[in-house]
C-alpha cells in the first residue's frame, strides 16, 4: 500500500474541496498471486537449464564429429603415406623396403619354426634394348606385364617385390629349394609364352634369367641370414645370365 498525496496540479480540480499540497488524500494498493510468479519463475529457470542443455549437448556433439572426421582422415592420410613408402607406383608390387622388412620378418618366423625358406631374384633380359628399340613407355609395360603375370603365379603367404629397375625377388616361407626352382622355371616359360604385343602389330618378346637360394633351417642371426640368402639368390642369377640367359640356376 503507498500512500497518494497532494501535488500542485490536483488543486486546479480540488482546490475547493479544502486540498493542500502534501496532504494525503488516498493510496494505491497493487496485488498479485504469488504463486504464480513463483512457478513462472521455475519454469523459466527449468527452460534456461534445458537450453544450456540442449546448447553444450549441441556443441559437444559438433566438436565430437570434427574430432572424430579429423581422425579418420588423419587415419587415411597414414594409410596413403604408409602404402607409398612401401610400394613401386609403376607396377603396384611392394618395393624394396618391404621387402627387406618381411623378409627379416620371415627369417624370425622361419627359425621359430624351424622350417625352410626360399628366395628368388629375377631380372628382364636385355631390358635396354627394349627401351632402345621401343621406347620406354612400352618398357614401363613390360614390366607391368611381368608384375601381373609373376603375381598371378605366386601364392598368398609369397612376398613379391620390384627390387629396382628390371629386377624382382620373391621370398617363399616355407618352400624347401627344389620347389622354389619349380616357380621359378613355371615363371620362366610364362613370360615366354606371352609377348606383349603392341597397338601397332608388333610383339615384344620377354625372357629373364633366375637365381633361386634357400636356407634349410635358420640358425644364424637374422641380419646375416639376410645378407647371405640375398648374396646367394643374387650370385646365382649373375650365373644365369653368363651362362647364357633365360634359365635358372640354384645355390643350396
Request: charged share 30%; hydrophobic share 45%; aromatic share 6%.
Amino acid at each position: 500500500m503507498a500512500p497518494l498525496f497532494v501535488e500542485a496540479s490536483c488543486l486546479d480540480c480540488h482546490a475547493r474541496q479544502g486540498y493542500r499540497i502534501g496532504d494525503v488524500r488516498g493510496g494505491i494498493s497493487v496485488g498479485f498471486n504469488i504463486d504464480a510468479v513463483e512457478a513462472a519463475q521455475k519454469r523459466n529457470l527449468f527452460l534456461i537449464a534445458g537450453l544450456a542443455l540442449a546448447s553444450f549437448l549441441a556443441l559437444a556433439a559438433i566438436i565430437y564429429r570434427l574430432v572424430h572426421g579429423l581422425r579418420e582422415r588423419l587415419i587415411d592420410a597414414e594409410t596413403k603415406l604408409r602404402y607409398l613408402a612401401i610400394t613401386d607406383e609403376l607396377t603396384g608390387l611392394k618395393n624394396r623396403r618391404y621387402l627387406m622388412e618381411r623378409l627379416h620378418a620371415e627369417i624370425e618366423r622361419m627359425r621359430r619354426e624351424r622350417k625352410p625358406l626360399s628366395c628368388i631374384m629375377f631380372d628382364l633380359d636385355h631390358f635396354k634394348r627394349i627401351n632402345d628399340a621401343f621406347g620406354h613407355e612400352t618398357g614401363d609395360r613390360v614390366l607391368q606385364s611381368v608384375a601381373a603375370t609373376t603375381k598371378n603365379l605366386c601364392r598368398e603367404s609369397d612376398v613379391l617385390c620390384r627390387f629396382g629397375g628390371e629386377e624382382f625377388l620373391i621370398i617363399l616361407p616355407v618352400t624347401p629349394l627344389r620347389e622354389a626352382k619349380e616357380v621359378a622355371d613355371r615363371l620362366r616359360q610364362a613370360f615366354m609364352s606371352h609377348p606383349l604385343s603392341l597397338p601397332d602389330g608388333r610383339v615384344v618378346n620377354v625372357t629373364a634369367s633366375f637365381g633361386v637360394a634357400w636356407a634349410p633351417e635358420v640358425e644364424r642371426e637374422t641380419d646375416v641370414e639376410e645378407k647371405d640368402l640375398l648374396k646367394r639368390a643374387d650370385d646365382a642369377l649373375y650365373e644365369a645370365k653368363a651362362g647364357g640367359r633365360n634359365r635358372v640356376i640354384s645355390i643350396p
